[in-house]
């Protein structure tokens, strides 16, 4: 008799992988562990939230009451209009700043772009509260430009001046990043065309460039109310009798005990953040390609009066980022601001001893490695899980665990960090959960970070995975390897520039966050970020500035010994990328 030939592709597979199931199983078994995990540590806490949200006091089920209330308490509600107000404001100012920002990057022939483009990133790589110190040093009661305020008729920083200011210089990178990306891809063939028709550079911008860029436009204003509306550290230093949903998030169930009312705070909190994520899902499935395969790159041209125009453009931009950054240095060093100003360590001797930061610091150094390396290799596994292992054998299983890590994968980006931490405190401090011993650990905060940020290391291993032929696996599948020999010996090696990526932004990120575990560190596990707000409660504001700038230093330290290893990786394992001729 004949054999019988498999039909489809997918018949092929099967049939190559008749004698490998074993470790076809070891995969989804892997995946289901991913999958449970994502669950316990992202979903039930979330779940947690709901359920003492609908409870009184006593665990009763009371339904909408604890909302209702919440709509009757006129500072409750003031709290809401303030923080979208805010949020308004400061996305009305940053997203045309940063819009220009990235045309000046991307459509002019100025020099010292990378020098302008790393300035930017500066906010990256300190907690958010340093914007607002430094604007108490440059506006505050002493500030040295105070009367500056007063000719402005703005009475203090404290409020919503300082709540602005701050966010701007802390949220104008993300911003950045986006538009950037947005303007980066253009057809040159458009201009082109409206050159030869004798188009105005004022028509081209309002009819090709904005146009073409509305959609990034879109997902930078969304991404920046977001980020403002559930900021922590900035309103929590500067914003003094202010208040907004995230602050009153904290007083609630820092100060008052009262988790439930926190519960609805966190939910109002969320929503914005939902709905960011759902508009965002759907522009960028409306958005079309910019560079199909015939269009041609743009590229610049050199325009004198432009170029000087956009340059003293990114300068001022530039100066002020520093001027935010050099204000926080000058204040760390000063020895009594503002009345003796010679330069000494007794700020920082003062936070890593009195203080006892320097064990906070420890603290922070290992939950940023923790994360780095946990949250790499949990978001690339998953990745890889999810995109190249196989199926099961016509079965429903697989693709539901896979439809599971999927979207929960998804969801840490529309769930601020205060709402996540507040889950945990919920669901970990539970009685008879089994997972209970982790509350008030180090290992705790640690998981508790790799989930905030979980989303963006998780698009990143996608974008890194997708660009892989699948013929790798199949291959393997013919020749009946396990599929982790071919994720160890193949897909590791060729990756590993991104796994560089993931890692770094997990590190930096794990050392400038607040609000991911302001509710979740005890004595013994305090981090250095929460150090700050505390001397800043204390009045020391002076020591909050040194500590500060030890979390700069030690970010931008690890984000150029990052850039090294990416330097010896990319020479190491990235040769046949080269073509030689």
């Known amino acids: 008799m004949s054999a019988v030939l498999p039909t489809t592709p997918a018949q092929a597979q099967t049939t190559v992988r008749q004698n490998a199931h074993w470790s076809d199983r070891v995969a989804h078994a892997v995946l289901a562990l991913v999958a449970l995990a994502l669950v316990a540590f992202l979903a039930l806490p979330l779940l947690s939230i709901l359920l003492h949200a609908l409870q009184g006091k006593d665990g009763e089920f009371v339904g909408a009451h604890n909302f209702i209330e919440y709509a009757r308490n006129p500072a409750l509600l003031g709290s809401l209009w303030n923080s979208f107000w805010v949020s308004t404001v400061v996305t009305a100012i940053v997203v045309p700043l940063a819009f220009g920002f990235a045309y000046a990057l991307t459509r002019s022939c100025m020099r010292l772009k990378p020098l302008f483009r790393g300035i930017t990133l500066i906010p990256l790589l300190a907690p958010s509260l340093l914007s607002a110190i430094s604007l108490i040093y440059w506006f505050g009661n002493q500030g040295v430009l105070k009367s500056w305020l007063v000719h402005a008729g703005i009475d203090s920083i404290y409020g919503a001046p300082g709540i602005v200011i701050g966010e701007c210089f802390a949220i104008f990178p993300h911003t950045l990043m986006i538009l950037v990306s947005a303007l980066a891809l253009a057809d040159a063939r458009l201009y082109e065309a409206a050159d030869a028709l004798g188009t105005s550079r004022a028509r081209k911008f309002f009819t090709i460039t904005l146009p073409g860029a509305k959609y990034g436009l879109i997902s930078a204003a969304l991404v ?34 009262d988790f439930a009312k926190g519960s609805v705070v966190a939910i109002l909190l969320l929503v914005p953040a939902v709905v960011t994520f759902a508009v965002n899902h759907l522009v960028s499935r409306r958005q079309t390609a910019m560079l199909t395969a015939r269009a041609v790159p743009y590229s610049p041209k050199h325009s004198p009066g432009f170029d000087r125009a956009m340059t003293a453009y990114c300068t001022l931009i530039a100066l002020l980022m520093l001027a935010m950054i050099g204000m926080a240095v000058f204040a760390s060093f000063a020895s009594f601001w503002p009345y003796k100003l ?39 596994c998953a990745a890889y899980l ?77 974008t890194a995975l997708k660009s892989l032929d699948g013929e790798f696996e199949n291959v393997s599948a013919s020749l009946k390897v396990p599929f982790f020999k071919t994720f160890l010996r193949v897909t590791v090696p060729i990756c590993l520039p991104t796994l560089v990526d993931i890692a770094r932004y997990f590190f930096v990120n794990a050392m400038t966050t607040i609000s991911a575990v302001v509710f979740l560190y005890s004595p013994e596990t305090k981090v250095a970020s929460v150090t700050i707000l505390n001397l800043d409660e204390a009045g020391e504001i002076g020591a909050a500035a040194a500590m500060a700038m030890l979390i700069f230093a030690v970010s931008t330290v690890a984000t150029l010994l990052f850039m090294a290893v990416a330097w010896w990786v990319q020479r190491r394992t990235q040769a046949w990328r080269t073509v030689t001729r």
């Not at 900035?234 to 008052?256: E, H």
């Open 224 to 257: 920046t109310f977001t980020l403002v509306v559930t900021d922590f550290g900035i309103p929590k230093v500067i914003g003094g009798n202010f208040n907004v949903l995230a602050t009153d998030i904290f007083k609630l169930v820092i100060g008052q005990q």
């Open 342 to 380: 010679e330069p000494s360590l007794r700020h920082y001797l003062l936070g890593l001893n009195d203080a006892e930061a320097g064990e906070a610091f420890v603290n922070s150094l290992m939950m940023a490695g923790g994360t780095a390396v946990f949250g790499t290799i949990l978001v690339f």
């Open 386 to 462: 999810m995109e190249k292992t196989p199926g099961g054998r016509g079965g429903w299983a697989v693709p539901a665990l896979r439809g599971i890590v999927g979207g929960l994968a998804m969801l840490p980006m529309a769930v601020p960090g205060l709402v996540l931490g507040l889950g945990y405190i919920f669901f970990f401090n539970a009685p008879g959960n089994p997972l209970g011993g982790l509350y008030h650990t180090l290992a705790l905060l640690t998981l508790c970070t790799v989930v905030h940020f979980y989303t963006t290391g998780h698009l990143t291993a996608v």
